[in-house]
């Protein structure tokens, strides 16, 4: 684990969490930054129980839109994101995470998930796979 992890008391978290917009689907985005090199790895979704584990474990946990299920990121992969620091968008409906992310950020073996780039009439992968994609998951 790169530095200890920025981690909130269960009052703390609550209080914080009671104070963010969350839309009708009960989601918030979520928008994952390295905190050392300041680029956007990712943008993910968070509900309540999410927010809440991420501030009081320091691990960031994301709700899974497709699972319907919470899920920590790097459980399966290994590549996980620890909390350095949160912050609120003026709306209140929007998280910003600088994180130590531990190995990649993308499920596609990508450093961030932000890798094609709009080129005339086309998204042009400019960003190579760092990774194989099918070492990063566990076989259930």
Same mark, same amino acid.
């Given at each position: @684990? +790169? $530095? $200890? +992890?920025? #981690?909130? $008391?269960?009052?703390? &978290?609550? &209080?914080? &969490?009671? #104070?963010?917009q969350f839309g009708e689907n009960g989601l918030v985005t979520a928008i994952a930054q390295d905190a050392t090199s300041h680029e956007i790895l990712m943008l993910?979704? @968070?509900?309540?129980? &999410?927010?809440? #584990?991420?501030?009081t474990t320091g691990r960031v946990c994301y709700w899974s839109r497709s699972r319907q299920k919470l899920w920590q990121?790097? *459980? *399966?992969?290994?590549? /996980?994101? /620890?909390l350095r620091d949160i912050f609120l968008d003026c709306d209140g409906d929007a998280v910003l995470m600088r994180v130590d992310q531990v190995g990649v950020a993308c499920h596609t073996g990508r450093k961030n998930c932000f890798f094609r780039q709009a080129q005339a009439d086309s998204w042009q992968e400019i960003i190579p796979p760092l990774i194989d994609p099918a070492s990063l998951y566990r076989k259930k």
């Open positions: @684990m +790169p $530095s $200890s +992890p920025r #981690q909130f $008391s269960r009052s703390d &978290a609550a &209080a914080l &969490a009671r #104070q963010v993910a979704w @968070m509900n309540l129980d &999410a927010l809440v #584990q991420t501030l990121k790097g *459980e *399966e992969s290994g590549q /996980y994101q /620890y």
